[in-house]
C-alpha cells in the first residue's frame, strides 16, 4: 500500500507500507525519509475523513480501518505535521528543527499563529528569507518573501506601518552571516514566545452563529469568546473529560475553586472525539512524569467486536485505541539525548579503533562488546528505558523505574516487592571506561 505524504512546505513523497500496518509504522517510515531518527514523538499524520473533518490517525490502529483509499487507486494521502510543539532549545537534531519550521511558517501564514506586533513579523520574515535565501542582496533581493507580511495580521490590530518593507529589509541585514539552520532556530525562538503558540483549535457555533474557538495547548483549554474576552482552563483544574456522540462535557475548578461544567456541542462525533483526544493526550505529554496505563489502555469496540468480546474479552475483534501516546514531553527529551549520547560514543570508539591500528575486526569486536553492555543496562520488561530501579528486599536491579513502579513482584525471584527505589548508575563513567579499554 503506497501513502503519498505532505509536508508543510507542499513537498509530497511517497512511503509503501503492508495494507494492515498500523499508524506506527507508517509514521516510523516518514520521519526515517526526512532524518528524523529520535523525534518522532512529536509528529502525527493527518488525514480527511469523507467529511471533510481533519483529523489525527491513531498510530496503534490499522490504517485502512481510518483512512479510505482515493477512488479506484490504492494508494492514501496523509500530511506529515508536528503533532506536539515544544520551544526549539529542546529539539536535539538539525532535522527535527526544519521540520518544525515548515510547520510554524505555515501556521503564521494561515493565521494559526498571531504575531504580537508588525516588530515581531518584521523579524519573522527577516529570519525566513535568511533561512531560504541567505544574506541580503541589493540587486536581488527577495520581495516574494518580504510580501508575505501583507497576509499577517498582528494581535494589537494596528495599521500596518508605511515602512514595513524598510523594517523588513533592515532586520534582513542584520541576520547577515547567519546559516539557514540558525535563521530557522531564532524564528521557532520567536514564535514560541506566541500566546497561542503550539494550540490545536476546534471552532463551534452556537444557535445565534456565533463562533466559539477553543484552543488546546500546553497548559490547558484556551477559550476564545466573540467579543475579544478568553479563559483559560489549566490542566490542573480539569476534573473529568468525555465525549459522547457529538457532546463534549468538561468538569473543572474556576479561580474560586468551585466546581464548573462545560457542555460543548460539536457538528459531529469525530469532532467531539477529536476534542477529548486532544485534551487528554496534551495533558499526559506536558504535564504527566508518564504516560499512565489508564489513557494507554483506553480502547472502544464495534458492534461485531461487542458481541465478540460478551463471549472472548481478550478478543481483539473490532477493538480500536482511542489514544496513541507513548511518551510524554521529558521523556521523549531524554530518550533523543541518551540515544544520540550513545550513537556518538560509538562513533567515538570506531574511530578510535580504527585510528590505532586500522583493523576492521578489532574495531567490529568493540562495538560489539559495547552493544551487549548497552543491552545488559537496558530495562528487561520495557526493553526500551534505562535500568535505574532497584527491588527492595530482594535487591534485585533489572527494570526502569517506570516499570518498577508498575510491579508486585520481582520478574527475576518471583518475591514480593515491599518498594522500588531508584538508582543513579554512573553510565556516563561506565561508558568512558569501555572507550579506553
Request: proline share 3%; charged share 25%.
Amino acid at each position: 500500500m503506497w501513502c503519498l505524504i505532505s509536508q508543510a512546505n507542499s513537498v509530497v513523497f511517497e512511503v509503501r507500507v503492508d495494507p494492515k500496518a498500523i499508524g506506527q509504522e507508517c509514521l516510523e517510515k516518514v520521519c526515517e525519509f526526512v532524518n528524523v531518527q529520535y523525534e518522532s514523538d512529536y509528529f502525527g499524520l493527518k488525514y480527511e475523513n469523507h467529511k471533510g473533518e481533519e483529523s489525527w490517525l491513531n498510530l496503534r490502529n490499522p490504517i485502512d480501518r481510518q483512512v479510505t483509499f482515493h477512488g479506484h487507486t490504492s494508494y492514501l494521502r496523509l500530511s506529515l505535521r508536528v503533532k506536539f510543539w515544544v520551544p526549539p532549545h529542546i529539539l536535539q537534531q538539525e532535522s527535527t528543527r526544519h521540520q518544525f519550521y515548515l510547520n510554524a511558517r505555515l501556521h503564521l501564514l494561515e493565521k494559526r499563529l498571531t504575531a504580537p506586533d508588525w516588530a515581531s513579523i518584521s523579524r519573522l520574515i527577516a529570519f525566513i528569507a535568511q533561512a531560504e535565501c541567505g544574506d541580503f542582496n541589493e540587486l536581488d533581493p527577495p520581495r516574494n518573501i518580504y510580501n508575505l507580511a501583507t497576509t499577517i495580521a498582528p494581535l494589537d490590530q494596528s495599521e500596518k506601518p508605511g515602512d514595513l518593507l524598510q523594517r523588513i529589509v533592515h532586520e534582513h541585514k542584520k541576520c547577515k552571516g547567519m546559516k539557514s539552520s540558525s535563521a530557522e532556530y531564532w524564528f521557532l525562538k520567536e514564535v514560541s514566545e506566541f500566546e497561542n503558540f503550539g494550540e490545536e483549535t476546534f471552532t463551534v457555533k452556537n444557535h445565534q452563529n456565533n463562533n466559539t474557538v477553543y484552543g488546546i495547548g500546553p497548559h490547558g483549554i484556551t477559550i476564545y469568546k466573540k467579543d475579544g474576552e478568553k479563559e483559560l482552563i489549566s490542566f490542573t483544574n480539569i476534573t473529568s473529560a468525555s465525549s459522547h456522540k457529538r457532546t463534549f462535557k468538561l468538569e473543572y475548578l474556576t479561580i474560586d475553586n468551585e466546581g464548573a461544567i462545560l457542555n460543548i456541542k460539536l457538528d459531529s462525533s469525530h469532532v467531539a472525539s477529536s476534542l477529548y483526544r486532544a485534551i487528554t493526550e496534551k495533558h499526559a505529554f506536558y504535564s504527566c512524569e508518564t504516560v499512565r496505563s489508564a489513557v494507554t489502555a483506553q480502547f472502544i469496540r464495534d458492534l461485531k467486536g461487542t458481541i465478540v468480546s460478551i463471549f472472548n474479552e481478550d478478543s481483539t475483534l473490532g477493538k480500536k485505541y482511542v489514544f496513541d501516546i507513548r511518551r510524554t514531553c521529558r521523556e521523549v527529551y531524554d530518550n533523543a539525548r541518551r540515544a544520540l549520547y550513545l550513537e556518538n560514543t560509538i562513533q567515538e570508539i570506531t574511530r578510535a579503533n580504527l585510528d590505532y591500528n586500522g583493523n576492521a575486526g578489532e574495531c567490529k569486536n568493540s562495538q560489539e562488546k559495547l552493544s551487549r553492555f548497552l543491552d545488559a543496562m537496558t530495562c528487561k520488561i520495557c526493553m526500551d528505558g534505562q535500568i535505574d530501579a532497584i527491588f527492595l528486599p530482594c535487591g534485585h536491579g533489572v527494570a526502569c523505574m517506570a516499570c518498577a513502579s508498575r510491579c508486585d513482584r520481582c520478574p527475576l525471584c518471583r518475591s514480593d516487592i515491599a518498594q522500588a527505589k531508584k538508582v543513579f548508575l554512573p553510565i556516563d563513567y561506565l561508558l568512558v571506561g569501555q572507550t579506553t579499554n
